[in-house]
C-alpha cells in the first residue's frame, strides 16, 4: 500500500470528463481542497470541484497550441485527504503523494486549493531527487518570512519553495502586488526575474517569453505555477486576493505555450475561490489554462522523442 492508497479519496467528476487510463499516463491529475491558511476571501477548498466541472463543459483544443485534450495521456486520480485547519500535516501528504507520483515516472498535476500546497509538491518532487527551476504566474511575490505570524501562509510560498529548492532560478510573469521587504529580497536575487502587467506597455509577449526563456535555458527542470489572480478581476474575479491591473487569457494563454515543455516535472493551478466568482468564468478560465499547459507539456514530449 502506498501513500495514493492512504491520502487520495476517489471524486466522480473527472477533469475534461476524462478518468484516462492509469497505465499509460504521462501526468497524474490531484485535486488538493485546502483553504485554511486563506487570509482574505476563503472557499479555494471547493476550486478542484469547480474545475473539474467547467473543464466538461469546454472545446477540447488548444487556444494557442496545437492538440486536443483527449490525445494526452492523463489519469485523474482523485483529491488528496486534507486535514482543515493542519497546514503543515496537509502539505506533508501533498508532498509524500506528490513524490509517489514522481517515483513512478509521472508529472503531478495540482488543482488547488490554496496556494500554500505547491509547496508540497515542491517537497515532493526534491524528494524524488528533483530540483527544478520555478516559472510563476502570480499577482503576487509570495516570499514573505511569515503572514500574521505563520510561516506556512499562501504568502510565504515562494519564500518556502526556494528555502526547499536553494538557488534556483525563478521567473515570474504578471506580478504587481507586494510589500517593501519583498521587492528588495527579488531585487538583491539575480536568479529572480519578475515582469509585470505594465511591461506588456513597452514589451510584447514574444519579447517577455524571450527574455524567460533566457534565464530559464539552463534549467533541467521546470515546475510550473498557476495562482489564478495573474489574471485581471475582470476576467478571473473569483480567486483569493484579486488584484487589480492583471493580464488577460489573450496574454497569458499563448506565454505558457510558448513557455511550457518537455522539462515540465510539476504543475499546478491554484486560488479558484467559487464563492467569490460571477457565472463561473473563473472556473472556466482556470480549466482552460489547465488544458493548455497539459496540451503544451505533452505536444514538448512528443517532439523530444522524435
Same mark, same amino acid.
Request: aromatic content about 8%; glycine content about 10%; proline content about 5%.
Given at each position: 500500500?502506498?501513500?495514493?492508497?492512504?491520502?487520495?479519496?476517489?471524486?466522480?467528476?473527472?477533469?475534461?470528463?476524462?478518468?484516462? @487510463?492509469?497505465?499509460?499516463?504521462?501526468?497524474?491529475?490531484?485535486?488538493?481542497?485546502?483553504?485554511?491558511?486563506?487570509?482574505?476571501?476563503?472557499?479555494?477548498?471547493?476550486?478542484? #470541484?469547480?474545475?473539474? /466541472?467547467?473543464?466538461?463543459?469546454?472545446? $477540447?483544443?488548444?487556444?494557442?497550441?496545437?492538440?486536443?485534450? =483527449? @490525445?494526452? *495521456?492523463?489519469?485523474?486520480?482523485?483529491?488528496? $485527504?486534507?486535514?482543515?485547519?493542519?497546514?503543515?500535516?496537509?502539505?506533508?501528504?501533498?508532498?509524500?503523494?506528490?513524490?509517489? &507520483?514522481?517515483?513512478?515516472?509521472?508529472? *503531478?498535476? &495540482?488543482?488547488?486549493?490554496?496556494?500554500?500546497?505547491?509547496?508540497?509538491?515542491?517537497?515532493?518532487?526534491?524528494?524524488?531527487?528533483?530540483?527544478?527551476?520555478?516559472?510563476?504566474?502570480?499577482?503576487?511575490?509570495?516570499?514573505?518570512?511569515?503572514?500574521?505570524?505563520?510561516?506556512?501562509?499562501?504568502?510565504?510560498?515562494?519564500?518556502?519553495? #526556494? /528555502?526547499?529548492?536553494?538557488?534556483?532560478?525563478?521567473?515570474?510573469?504578471?506580478?504587481?502586488?507586494?510589500?517593501? =521587504? =519583498?521587492?528588495?529580497?527579488?531585487?538583491?536575487?539575480?536568479?529572480?526575474?519578475?515582469?509585470?502587467?505594465?511591461?506588456?506597455?513597452?514589451? /510584447?509577449?514574444? @519579447?517577455?517569453?524571450?527574455?524567460?526563456?533566457?534565464?530559464?535555458?539552463?534549467?533541467?527542470?521546470?515546475?510550473?505555477?498557476?495562482?489564478? @489572480?495573474?489574471?485581471?478581476?475582470?476576467?478571473? *474575479?473569483?480567486?483569493?486576493? *484579486?488584484?487589480?491591473?492583471?493580464?488577460?487569457?489573450?496574454?497569458?494563454?499563448?506565454?505558457?505555450?510558448?513557455?511550457?515543455?518537455?522539462?515540465?516535472?510539476?504543475?499546478?493551478?491554484?486560488?479558484?475561490?467559487?464563492?467569490?466568482?460571477?457565472?463561473? &468564468?473563473?472556473?472556466?478560465?482556470?480549466?482552460?489554462?489547465?488544458?493548455?499547459?497539459?496540451?503544451?507539456?505533452?505536444?514538448?514530449?512528443?517532439?523530444?522523442?522524435?
Amino acid at each position: 500500500m502506498g501513500y495514493m492508497d492512504l491520502y487520495v479519496v476517489r471524486r466522480p467528476l473527472a477533469f475534461a470528463g476524462i478518468e484516462g @487510463d492509469k497505465g499509460r499516463a504521462l501526468f497524474s491529475i490531484i485535486g488538493v481542497p485546502f483553504d485554511s491558511t486563506s487570509t482574505h476571501r476563503t472557499g479555494q477548498r471547493y476550486g478542484p #470541484l469547480f474545475v473539474r /466541472e467547467a473543464s466538461m463543459n469546454i472545446e $477540447s483544443n488548444g487556444y494557442s497550441v496545437e492538440g486536443f485534450i =483527449e @490525445d494526452v *495521456p492523463f489519469y485523474d486520480e482523485g483529491d488528496v $485527504s486534507v486535514v482543515h485547519g493542519n497546514a503543515s500535516v496537509t502539505i506533508d501528504r501533498v508532498s509524500k503523494v506528490a513524490a509517489e &507520483i514522481a517515483g513512478g515516472g509521472r508529472v *503531478p498535476v &495540482i488543482i488547488g486549493g490554496e496556494h500554500i500546497v505547491t509547496l508540497g509538491v515542491i517537497r515532493g518532487l526534491k524528494a524524488s531527487g528533483l530540483r527544478p527551476c520555478v516559472l510563476v504566474f502570480d499577482a503576487h511575490f509570495d516570499l514573505r518570512l511569515d503572514y500574521l505570524s505563520n510561516p506556512l501562509s499562501h504568502a510565504c510560498t515562494m519564500r518556502r519553495v #526556494l /528555502e526547499e529548492l536553494g538557488n534556483v532560478r525563478v521567473a515570474y510573469v504578471g506580478v504587481r502586488g507586494f510589500d517593501r =521587504e =519583498e521587492l528588495s529580497f527579488v531585487n538583491g536575487n539575480p536568479n529572480i526575474v519578475y515582469f509585470t502587467p505594465r511591461s506588456l506597455k513597452s514589451l /510584447e509577449v514574444a @519579447d517577455i517569453v524571450s527574455k524567460v526563456e533566457k534565464l530559464l535555458s539552463e534549467c533541467m527542470e521546470l515546475y510550473v505555477t498557476i495562482d489564478m @489572480d495573474v489574471y485581471d478581476p475582470a476576467y478571473a *474575479p473569483g480567486v483569493g486576493n *484579486p488584484e487589480p491591473g492583471g493580464l488577460s487569457s489573450r496574454e497569458v494563454l499563448p506565454m505558457l505555450a510558448a513557455l511550457v515543455d518537455e522539462r515540465v516535472v510539476g504543475l499546478d493551478v491554484v486560488e479558484v475561490t467559487p464563492q467569490y466568482d460571477v457565472g463561473g &468564468i473563473t472556473s472556466m478560465l482556470a480549466a482552460k489554462t489547465l488544458q493548455e499547459i497539459l496540451i503544451a507539456a505533452f505536444k514538448g514530449r512528443k517532439a523530444r522523442r522524435l
